[in-house]
C-alpha cells in the first residue's frame, strides 16, 4: 500500500503541526469544527477509510467495526488508552490497533500530583477567596492544609504513569504502596523503593492518598467501589487521573459529602463531560476538565506516534505501537 494514496480520516481537530504533516504525508480528511463526530459520521469514515485516527471521545465498538469496509485496516487512535476500542473485534476483522504510550506519561504524573496538592493544601479555596476579594490577610489557622511528606501513597497500578507519578511522590518525601495484578520487577520496586501489596482492600485501608493509575477493563470497573471507599481513612485524599468508570462515582460522592475521607482530586469521570453533580461545589472536591495529557509537547508527542504508526504501516511493516487484545 502507498503512502501517498493512503486514505486517512481524522475524527478530532489535532495540533496544528500534526495536522499539517499528516496532510503531507497522506490523503488526509480533517475537521473542521472541535467536536466529536457523530454516530452516523463515524460510520461513513469507517465504510471508506483505510486508515482511522480516532480519539478518546469515539466509540469504536463491534457494532460500529460491522460497518467497516473492506479498505479500513488500521485504527491509528491518537491516544494512549484504548478503552474505547473494541481490539478483539477488529482484531478478528483483520483490522489492526495502535496507540500512543508514553506521550502523555509525565504530563498526566504531574498532574496527579498537582492534584494532590491542591487538594491537601486546599488551593482552590484559597483561589476562590482571593477572587472574591474576601482575604484581609494572613492567620494562624486560616487554610490550614496537610503537609504530603511522611504521607503513605498507594497507587493502583503501577505502570508507565503509576512509576512515573512513585517517582514524584518519593521526591516529596512520601512512602510509596502500590497494587497490581502481580508485582513490578524486583529492580524497579528497589528504585521506588516501593512495597507491594497483594490485596487491594488492604492497601487501600492504610494509605493516606489512593491514586489511580490503571486503564478502564471489565476487570476494573468500579474496583473503588463503594466497600471499598468504606475502607478508606477518614483523613485519606483519593486521586484519579487514569480513567473514571474505575471509581464507583455515587459512592465516592456520598463519602466525599459525609465527610468519611478527606478529599478528591479528579481529572475523569465514569460518564465522560457529564459530571456527577453531586461531586460539584463540595469545598474537599477538585474537579478537572480531563487535562492531563493538555500540554502542547505532549499531544505534538502523540501525534507523531500516530504519524509513525501509518507510515510504518502504510510501508508494509507492524506498526511500532500496534496493540494486541492479550496486552489489554
Known amino acids: 500500500m502507498s503512502a501517498d494514496r493512503l486514505s486517512v480520516v481524522v475524527t478530532r ?3 496544528e503541526k500534526v495536522e499539517a504533516r499528516l496532510s503531507e504525508l497522506f490523503d488526509v480528511e480533517l475537521r473542521t469544527d472541535d467536536a466529536p463526530m457523530t454516530r452516523d459520521a463515524l460510520t461513513e ?3 471508506r477509510a483505510d486508515v482511522l485516527v480516532p480519539t478518546v471521545t469515539d466509540r469504536i465498538d463491534a457494532g460500529l467495526l460491522a460497518r467497516a469496509g473492506e479498505r479500513l485496516k488500521l485504527i491509528a487512535h491518537y491516544g ?3 478503552d474505547n ?3 478483539a473485534t477488529a482484531r478478528q476483522r483483520g483490522i489492526l490497533v495502535s496507540n500512543t504510550p508514553g506521550a502523555s506519561t509525565d504530563d498526566t504524573a504531574d498532574m496527579t ?7 491537601t493544601r486546599r488551593i482552590p479555596e484559597g483561589l476562590a477567596t482571593m477572587q472574591a476579594g474576601e482575604w484581609t490577610g494572613w492567620a ?6 496537610g503537609r504530603i511528606a511522611g504521607r503513605r501513597i498507594g497507587i493502583l497500578g503501577l505502570g508507565r504513569i503509576g512509576q512515573a507519578v512513585a517517582r514524584r511522590a518519593r521526591a516529596f518525601g512520601m512512602q510509596i504502596h502500590y497494587h497490581n495484578r502481580r508485582p513490578v520487577r524486583d529492580s524497579i520496586a528497589r528504585e521506588l523503593d516501593a512495597t507491594y501489596h497483594d490485596s487491594l482492600d488492604h492497601m487501600i485501608a492504610r494509605m493516606d492518598v489512593v491514586s489511580v493509575n490503571c486503564p478502564h477493563t471489565p476487570s476494573t470497573f468500579h474496583l473503588l467501589n463503594a466497600r471499598r471507599i468504606g475502607l478508606m481513612k477518614p483523613t485519606a485524599v483519593l486521586v484519579n487521573t487514569s480513567r473514571g468508570e474505575v471509581v464507583d462515582e455515587n459512592a465516592l460522592a456520598r463519602a466525599l459529602e459525609q465527610g468519611r475521607i478527606a478529599g478528591a ?7 465522560g463531560a457529564e459530571v456527577n453533580p453531586a461531586l460539584r461545589g463540595l469545598p474537599n472536591t477538585v474537579l478537572l476538565p480531563h487535562m492531563g495529557s493538555a500540554t502542547v509537547e505532549g499531544r505534538a508527542e502523540m501525534g507523531e506516534k500516530v504519524i509513525i504508526n501509518i507510515k510504518t504501516f502504510a510501508d508494509g511493516h507492524r506498526p511500532p505501537d500496534q496493540v494486541a487484545p492479550q496486552d489489554l
Do not use: K, Q, Y
Open 265 to 271: 482530586g479528579l481529572d475523569v469521570f465514569e460518564h
Open 80 to 82: 494512549s488508552g484504548v
Open 45 to 47: 469514515a469507517v465504510g
Open 13 to 15: 481537530r489535532l495540533p
Open 113 to 119: 500530583m498537582a492534584l494532590m496538592l491542591a487538594v
Open 85 to 87: 476500542i473494541d481490539v
Open 140 to 145: 494562624p489557622n486560616a487554610l490550614l492544609g
